[in-house]
């Protein structure tokens, strides 16, 4: 299969995890921001072909991982609302809130239903005009430019009972965050490659500078990470700290301009708390003041009832730590044993792009602890 | 059709293809017959149907009896490579041919929704009756109850499959033997994308069609060659890797199988790789894993390989001796990077991912 295949090659593999070998001097931590790369390395067992001098550490780019207890509260409260229809990526769905997911509600008679894309929630509202739709928009700024299409489409079409639920975050934010942090250990960044190939990678150069680090810009399959890695580590051992591009068939400095045009016009920055990590400033997106019409807390405020819920995520789940690369999953003392994929205490065990689940799902080493 | 003519329908208007499933078609009255004689018996016709009785009556057999059933729930009904009513009859006997039994007999039962077109009963019952036919079994007893609107999607059927097991015959988890080599009949998942990217509106380019197919011919002749089988599964709902893991957990021996043996066809990949699919988990309705000792291994797969449905089959791996830990009853994958990782069972459904 073209551009997976060449990306996949055991040869390939092979090759760079030996340059690799031979250029580590010294020890280094590597954070690798996005979830999709966190199951790479999981899932193709990536880390081991490194030398033991470089330890990879998983970040927080896993968009169900870190959305706020309190908005996945609010979506199972709208999804309760008879005449709603609540729309979600599949990932979503058995992250636990408080006291529910949204997989219970719909068995409990909740139309939550999984979209595609953004654009499908947009063709239901159309579909059933005495219904609200209510799309529960999260993710990164890859996921931004269809949510804000649908919202200027759902604006054309004169739609009244399309609304958002927006949940969005941005990825350079939280990295500056993470590096602030009087804990961190990061050395260098795999920058998210789906990220970049949205909003090009110039913004990373002033934290590349301010903090001192390595930050490539790095795609999803074997052969990307292992180079992402290869390339941090030539920095690093060389005394060096630049913003490069691993990723080049698919990122562009600038990124993509007609897609940030649109996210742009619809959404601006705000501060956004972050399960696990708490409140980062500028690190979220909120509609816009001409779009605050398909803004569903607006629409439903007065239907969506959280005060007799605490929003505090279970004491004894680490995903804040484990989202800030303090720690690994098997570290933590629930993982595998109170805290598994079908009874988690935190979403890094729900989403397919959870470093827990990724964890659980492929690390013959669980096995011991059980 | 029947020697009982009180059971002959009194009216005289033929089910119109354009007419629609009524509460009343499930209530017993003229209706009813008309929808039993028109449509069930028209298709199905055979002498142990036809008798009309409250039992289907059936000669006796030599050898053991298996029997298995199964209910068929899928949506859309119709989709590329298959139906409804091609998959009652393939799941069923397929389930029959595991235990290395030759299908007879099968039930049929249908829940139908009140407003399913009648056009759409007869194309499903059609396709049930050609592929049984071409299968070589008999729908002997069947039953209909129609439900309110809203109340079901369109139509259920559940079948109940009777074969034979020759008495040399002992297929099954038990006879698992550290050892043994895993052979898969053919390329994976594509019975769960085709209806999946049917359902969904999605559009992949290249040919998704479900491999929805009859196994017991190629098992029969797996037999009659003397293939020492030691096990069979078919993998349907959970895949692969489900079909593994249940095995594994009936014995104290761990499976291994190789990524870069496992054979998936392209467009089943690209479509898994957009949706985050994992193709091991996806359902087939067409394919089984075989254990067996690793003598019979060429000969088996020149045989399997004589077989339209089976001609891509492949040996992917092996049991074998639990290593040192205990609750070591796993599924390992061997990447095609020489690394290993657990092939576990699936955390309920498999979600399409995010971004």
């Known amino acids: 299969m073209k551009y997976v295949d060449e990306f996949r090659n055991p040869k390939a593999v092979e090759a760079l995890s030996r340059e690799i070998h031979q250029i580590t001097r010294h020890s280094w931590t590597i954070m690798e921001v996005c979830g999709g790369q966190t199951h790479s390395i999981v899932r193709y067992g990536l880390d081991r072909l490194l030398p033991p001098e470089i330890s990879l550490i998983h970040g927080p780019g896993c968009p169900v991982c870190v959305t706020p207890i309190e908005l996945i509260n609010t979506a199972c409260e709208l999804a309760k609302i008879p005449k709603v229809i609540l729309c979600s990526f599949g990932d979503m769905l058995r992250v636990p809130g408080t006291n529910e997911d949204l997989l219970k509600i719909k068995a409990q008679g909740g139309d939550v239903r999984i979209i595609y894309s953004p654009l499908d929630a947009v063709a239901i509202a159309k579909a059933n005009p005495s219904r609200q739709i209510v799309i529960f928009a999260v993710g990164f700024e890859t996921t931004a430019p269809a949510q804000a299409m649908a919202i200027l489409q759902a604006q054309r079409m004169e739609l009244e009972n399309f609304f958002v639920l927006v949940a969005h975050v941005l990825v350079p934010p939280a990295m500056e965050a993470l590096l602030s942090s009087p804990e961190n250990r990061i050395q260098g960044f795999l920058a998210a490659g789906h990220v970049c190939t949205i909003m090009g990678y110039d913004m990373y150069e002033p934290i590349s500078e301010k903090f001192q680090v390595p930050i490539v810009v790095t795609g999803f399959e074997p052969v990307d990470i292992l180079e992402g890695v290869k390339m941090v580590v030539d920095q690093l051992e060389e005394g060096r700290s630049a913003v490069e591009n691993q990723y080049a068939r698919s990122v562009h400095r600038s990124g993509n301009l007609e897609a940030q045009k649109v996210i742009n016009e619809v959404f601006e920055p705000s501060s956004r708390i972050w399960r696990g990590i708490g409140n980062i400033p500028k690190s979220g997106l909120q509609l816009r003041l001409a779009f605050t019409q398909f803004d569903a807390l607006q629409q439903f405020h007065d239907r969506i009832h959280l005060t007799d819920v605490t929003t505090s995520p279970p004491s004894e789940c680490q995903s804040g730590r484990i989202l800030q690369g303090l720690m690994k999953p098997s570290d933590c003392p629930a993982f595998g044993t109170r805290c598994t994929p079908d009874h988690p205490l935190g979403a890094p065990m729900v989403s397919s792009e959870g470093a827990c689940a990724a964890y659980f799902q492929y690390r013959p080493s669980r096995v011991a602890q059980l | ?355």
């Open chain 2, 1 to 355: 059709m029947s020697q009982n003519s009180s059971l002959e329908p009194q009216c005289p208007l033929p089910l119109a293809s354009d007419d629609t499933i009524r509460l009343a078609h499930g209530g017993g009255g003229r209706l009813m017959q008309q929808l039993i004689h028109e449509i069930f018996l028209e298709a199905f016709s055979n002498s142990y149907l036809n008798a009309l009785q409250d039992s289907a009556v059936l000669p006796t057999q030599d050898g053991r009896l298996a029997m298995t059933t199964d209910s068929y729930v899928v949506q859309p009904l119709f989709f590329p490579g298959g139906d409804i009513g091609s998959l009652a009859i393939h799941g069923t006997i397929n389930d029959l041919a595991m235990m290395g039994a030759s299908p007879h007999y099968l039930s049929a039962g249908f829940i139908l929704e009140e407003g399913l077109p009648i056009i759409t009963l007869k194309q499903i019952v059609s396709s049930m009756a050609k592929t049984a036919q071409d299968c070589g079994v008999h729908i002997v007893c069947g039953d209909t109850k129609v439900v309110d609107r809203g109340k079901g999607d369109q139509i259920f059927i559940n079948t109940t499959g009777l074969g034979v097991i020759p008495q040399s015959v002992d297929i099954g988890p038990h006879r698992l033997t550290p050892g043994d080599r895993i052979i898969v009949s053919g390329d994976l998942g594509a019975h769960g994308m085709a209806v999946l990217s049917q359902r969904e509106g999605l559009e992949f380019s290249g040919n998704l069609r479900s491999d929805s197919a009859p196994l017991p011919d190629v098992i029969a002749d797996l037999l009659k060659h003397n293939i020492a089988i030691h096990c069979l599964r078919d993998l349907t709902r959970g895949g692969l890797a489900s079909a593994l893991n249940e095995l594994a957990t009936a014995g104290p021996s761990t499976m291994t199988i190789k990524e870069s043996c496992i054979p998936i066809s392209d467009p089943v990949r690209g479509a898994c790789e957009i949706l985050g699919l994992d193709p091991l988990y996806v359902a087939n309705e067409g394919r089984f894993v075989m254990f067996l000792p690793s003598e019979d291994v060429d000969r088996a797969l020149s045989l399997l390989h004589q077989h339209a449905v089976s001609k891509n089959a492949t040996d992917i791996g092996e049991i074998r001796l639990p290593e040192s830990t205990p609750h070591q009853s796993l599924v390992t994958l061997e990447t095609r990077y020489g690394t290993h990782r657990i092939l576990d069972l699936l955390s309920g459904e498999q979600l399409p991912r995010i971004c």
